[in-house]
């Protein structure tokens, strides 16, 4: 079956833009989780979407904001980009809201300059 | 905060000896423990998980530890191939469920 599916894969905007990133799980999970990679920094937990309701936030401002579709596809948008938001976001999807079976995507890398 | 910690950036090991990863954790909520490997260009690939219950799991060349009171796991690959030459993650989640990571520890094996 087919994997985590994150497009763009690459992504340049500059300062002061918005952009959004699309996250389609594997078939029948529905659990989206989005991280981002930065060096140094490691994996920092964006948040998590389960059924279309946020179910988890981690410690962002306000700038990045997710939703998920009812087909389980998620979205993370991020406005007014800042060069600090240049990293890779990954995707992580999972079957439900257990310990197991997450399985992430290849990441978008998005560079603001 | 950093609840999630892995405090060497890098490690450096020979062929065939072993490499020990370690993770420093403070949240006593966390209880199901997690390492992934990660390549270039790549997502994280799960490599083997814990839990709180256990002190020990083994898979194959690669086996976590986990000490609850000092709240410290480790992961041992023995013994050590060039294709294991990666970044390793170590997560861990609670019961409120969003997985927590390091930031990463890049494993060289030397031929």
């Known amino acids: 079956k087919a994997g985590v599916t994150q497009t763009p894969r690459y992504l340049i905007k500059t300062r002061g833009q918005q952009v959004t990133l699309s996250c389609s799980p594997i078939?029948?999970?529905?659990?989206v989780s989005w991280y981002q990679q930065t060096p140094g920094q490691g994996l920092q937990f964006l948040f998590e979407?389960?059924?279309?309701?946020?179910?988890n936030k981690g410690n962002f401002p306000g700038r990045f904001s997710g939703r998920q579709f009812s087909n389980s596809r998620s979205e993370m948008n991020v406005s007014t980009l800042e060069l600090g938001d240049s990293a890779l976001y990954l995707c992580?999807?999972?079957?439900?809201?257990?310990?197991?079976?997450?399985?992430f995507g290849s990441g978008t890398r998005l560079t603001v300059v | 905060d950093q609840q999630v910690k892995q405090n060497s950036p890098s490690l450096s090991v020979q062929e065939g000896r072993i490499s020990i990863l370690n993770c420093d954790y403070t949240?006593?909520?966390?209880?199901?423990f997690l390492w992934y490997k990660k390549y270039p260009a790549e997502g994280p690939t799960f490599l083997i998980s814990?839990?709180?219950?256990?002190d020990k799991n083994e898979d194959g060349r690669f086996t976590v530890f986990l000490n609850k009171s000092a709240k410290h796991l480790s992961l041992h690959i023995v013994p050590s191939q060039p294709g294991d030459s990666a970044v390793y993650f170590c997560?861990?989640?609670?019961?409120?469920?969003?997985?927590?990571f390091g930031a990463g520890t890049r494993l060289t094996v030397k031929p």
């Open positions: 992580a999807s999972r079957p439900g809201t257990g310990y197991y079976g997450y399985t």
């Open positions: 979407y389960f059924s279309e309701t946020q179910r």
């Open positions: 814990i839990s709180s219950i256990k």
């Open positions: 949240n006593s909520m966390f209880d199901y």
């Open positions: 997560a861990a989640l609670s019961d409120n469920n969003d997985m927590r």
């Open positions: 078939s029948g999970h529905r659990s």
